[in-house]
């Protein structure tokens, strides 16, 4: 089963043909819309970390929580993004 990182570089991995284009497209489609479904502070930790590129104490200072805490609701983002992204199992292998 791959894990979240492997769906995220499938997403953002540059295809040559127009396959692989449509594929990463319909791909980052169902990777947005089902973030979008996160709570609201999985989203958010969800989203600053791997689209602003946010280290945990970074994301911390901004949310005003714990690092600790900041880990924590992105474990529990990871198990439902992995959970809610497993129909993308076989076509990450073939992107």
Known sequence: MPC????IEAVTARG???LNRLMRTEMEDDVQRIVARLAPEQRM?????YTE????????RILGCSAGTVASR???????????????RGAVGNA
């Open 45 to 49: 930790v969800v989203v600053l970390r």
């Open 74 to 88: 992105l474990n529990r983002a990871h198990k439902i993004l992995e959970r809610r992204l497993s129909h993308l």
């Open 53 to 60: 590129g946010l280290s945990y104490d970074e994301i911390a």
């Open 4 to 7: 979240l990182g492997d769906l």
């Open 16 to 18: 040559e043909t127009v």
